[in-house]
C-alpha cells in the first residue's frame, strides 16, 4: 500500500508515483505489517530492504522476511528478492539512490552490497540533505476598496474620500525555500523561508467631479516558516513581516485633493497558517488565513489623532502539474483592515469609520525543485 492505497503484489513496479513523501506499507499473511516513509525524487530510484517479523499470534505464514520496496524508476537487479518499485519512468542510471547496480555516483550506494543499507525506518528518509525549492511568477489583477463613514452631525471630521480601483494590473513573484527539505528528522524538514512582491504600473485616476492622479500599488511579505507533511496532506504555520502601499500623486491644478484621497503605507506583523492537500498526483490545492498587526498606516494615520486598526487576511491557491518540475498556478488574496478613527470635534474627541480592502488573483507558473 502506498499512502493507504493498494496498488498492488511483490514483486511489482508502481510507477508515476508524485514526487514527494509517501508511506509504504507491506502486508503479508502471518507477518506483522510493515511500515517505512519514503522521499521520492524525479528520476531516482528509492529502495526499501522490508524486514518483515512473523506474528507470534497467527499460525500460518512463511519464513521469507527478505522482500524489498523500491519506488523510482527500473534497473537491472538480478537478485532474487521480492520488490515493488515505485516512481517515475526516468532511464537514468547514474542518478538512482539506493540502487544495488555497479553506479559509482550513486550517494551512499555501497556497489554490489546485499546488506541492508538501504532500510528505510518508520519516519521520513532521504539520502542526502537538499534545498527544496517553489519559485512562482506570473500576472495578477488587483481591486481596492476604501470606505469612510462619519458620524451624523460631525461637521470637523478630517475629509477623506471614499476610493475604489478595479482589475488593477499587478506583476507577483512568490519564493518558499526548505533548506533541509531532505533530512530524515521531520522537525528540521519542515523549516523553511517564504516571501513574496508585487507592483503595480502606475494607473491614473480621475474623480467625480475630473481631476486626476496618479497611484501606485505594491506589496511585499517575508516569513518564517514550518510545514508538516501527513501523507497527501500539509499542515503549515509561519510568522513574518509585510508592507501593503498604496500612494497618489496629484498632477497640477488639483488643489486640495492629495490631502483627501487615502493614501496608506501600511506595515505589519503576520501570524497565519494554510493546510493543502494532494488531490491527485498533478492537482493540489491550499487555504490559509493570518491575522496583522499594524505598526504604520503611512498617511492615512497623520490625519487623525489616533487610529485603531483590527487586520486580517487570507490565501488560496490552486496547482497543475505540467512536468514534474512545472505547475500551472491560480492564486487568490486577501486582505481586509477595519479603521477606528478617533480625531477633535467641538472641543471633544469625535470618531469616525474606515475600511480597506484589498483583493487580488494571479495566475502564474511555478518551478519546483
Known sequence: LIDGDEVGNAPDTIDEVAVGPHQVEVIKEGFEVFEAWIEVEKG???????ELEEDPDASYGDD????KVKTGDDDDDDDDDEKVKTGDDDDDDDDVAGDDDDDDDVPG???????????????????????????????????????????????????????????????RIRAQVYPLAGSAN??????????S????????????????????????????????????????????YAGQTFAFTAGAGVGNLIDEVPGVDYRF????GD???????????????????V?????????????????????????????????????????????????????SMAQAAGTDQFLGAMLGIAYLR
Open 109 to 171: 550506494d555501497d556497489d554490489d552490497d546485499d546488506d541492508d543499507d538501504d532500510l528505510v525506518g518508520p519516519a521520513p528518509t532521504s539520502k542526502e540533505l537538499h534545498p527544496y525549492i517553489i519559485f512562482g511568477i506570473g500576472p495578477e489583477v488587483g481591486n481596492r476598496t476604501f470606505e469612510y463613514v462619519v458620524a451624523a452631525g460631525v461637521s470637523d471630521a478630517p475629509n477623506v474620500r471614499p476610493y475604489d480601483a478595479a482589475l488593477v494590473p499587478l506583476a
Open 186 to 195: 521531520p522537525a528540521l524538514a519542515g523549516w523553511g523561508f517564504s516571501g
Open 295 to 347: 505598526s504604520s498606516l503611512g498617511g492615512l494615520g497623520l490625519k487623525f489623532f489616533e487610529t485603531q486598526v483590527t487586520a486580517y487576511g487570507g490565501q488560496a491557491g490552486f496547482n497543475y502539474g505540467i512536468t514534474d518540475n512545472i505547475q500551472a498556478q491560480l492564486l487568490l488574496n486577501f486582505s481586509h483592515y477595519q479603521h477606528l478613527f478617533t480625531f477633535n470635534s467641538n472641543g
Open 197 to 240: 512582491y508585487a507592483q503595480a504600473k502606475t494607473v491614473t485616476s480621475q474623480t467625480g467631479d475630473n481631476q486626476t492622479l496618479d497611484t501606485s500599488w505594491n506589496e511585499w511579505d517575508a516569513s518564517l516558516r514550518f510545514q508538516l507533511r501527513l501523507g497527501k496532506a500539509h499542515v503549515a504555520a509561519e510568522a513574518g
Open 275 to 293: 493546510v493543502g492537500l494532494q488531490f491527485t498526483p498533478k492537482m493540489s490545492g491550499w487555504v490559509g488565513a493570518n491575522y496583522r498587526i
Open 64 to 67: 521469507d522476511d527478505d522482500e
Open 44 to 50: 531516482e530510484t528509492v529502495t526499501v530492504e522490508v
Open 269 to 272: 506583523t503576520r501570524i497565519g
